[in-house]
């Protein structure tokens, strides 16, 4: 998904409208490597951490111990943050920014300290890690944009950013829901561990009403845009109403009257799909919204 949205950045929302920008193809495939491999990294340290909670949550998945070697999985967490970093370096270099290679040692050092300290923190680490993928897309606006940046073009570049953000702050929402679902579907392994998750510090019902709730602030949010900016596109409007509005209001309902693990672990796959779907509207900006 990561991949996915990059690439829609570049080739649905800037590229189209002759926005200045500074990666080539094989600028921005380096850009998708370097973010691939430090989330890939954070992917690997996470399962290290994770083993005593994933051997009750979800024993089928564990792959530590079983398929791989936890020595092994250090290396290869090492290995990949090494690639991603100094893909980083590279391409800071590129674009004449050389401090921008920092971005990528900020969310390699919090994925580490995600996985080994703050996801067993009330909300912190829900929070840190949805702010982590809202910067998987911010960090193209800063590679393409801020770099080309100059007087005449600067409002024109502003505009797109802005855009980016939105899509940053969509995307943060939408895994923050996700996550809380996913501390209420994996509660038993996590007070096994002693984590304080939401659902522990609070219950599992209350911490369901407080996902139910937060529900509408990204719902409120999308319904204003479309109201506000979309309503001469019908296609646009359309599309929101049935793959983003249609399901969040779906997940409310489902939420506030889910009873198992695998409702909730239904809630949670529906909270990826409109995050999935939300970034594929990227692809209506050059054919319907500013057609």
Not at 19 to 37: E, K, N, P
Request: charged fraction near 15%; glycine fraction near 6%.
């Amino acid at each position: 998904m990561i991949a996915i949205v990059q690439l829609l950045i570049k080739y649905a929302l800037l590229e189209p409208f002759g926005v200045q920008t500074a990666l080539d193809a094989f600028g921005i495939t380096l850009l998708i490597l370097a973010t691939i491999c430090i989330a890939a990294a954070g992917n690997i340290i996470n399962d290290i951490y994770d083993i005593e909670t994933d051997l009750v949550n979800k024993p089928y998945k564990v792959i530590i111990d079983k398929s791989v070697s936890e020595k092994a999985a250090y290396n290869w967490f090492i290995g990949l943050n090494l690639v991603g970093v100094s893909v980083g370096v590279y391409l800071s270099n590129t674009v004449g920014k050389a401090p921008f290679f920092s971005i990528f040692v900020v969310i390699s050092i919090l994925l580490y300290v995600y996985a080994s300290y703050l996801k067993r923190t009330l909300l912190v680490g829900n929070i840190v890690i949805s702010v982590l993928v809202a910067l998987s897309l911010i960090v193209v606006g800063v590679f393409e944009l801020i770099p080309m940046m100059t007087p005449t073009n600067q409002q024109t570049q502003v505009v797109f950013f802005k855009v980016i953000l939105d899509y940053a702050l969509f995307a943060f929402s939408i895994n923050l829901l996700r996550e809380i679902a996913k501390d209420i579907e994996d509660i038993d392994g996590d007070y096994k561990a002693k984590m304080h998750t939401l659902p522990i510090a609070i219950g599992r019902e209350r911490a369901k009403h407080v996902l139910t709730a937060l529900n509408f602030f990204p719902l409120i949010g999308i319904i204003f845009y479309v109201v506000s900016d979309l309503y001469k596109q019908p296609i646009a409007v359309g599309y929101f109403l049935l793959f983003i509005i249609g399901p969040l209001i779906y997940t409310s309902i489902k939420t506030f009257s889910t009873s198992t693990k695998k409702d909730m672990h239904h809630i949670s796959n529906m909270y990826k799909w409109i995050m999935l779907f939300g970034m594929l509207s990227l692809l209506l900006y050059k054919y319907v919204i500013l057609g």
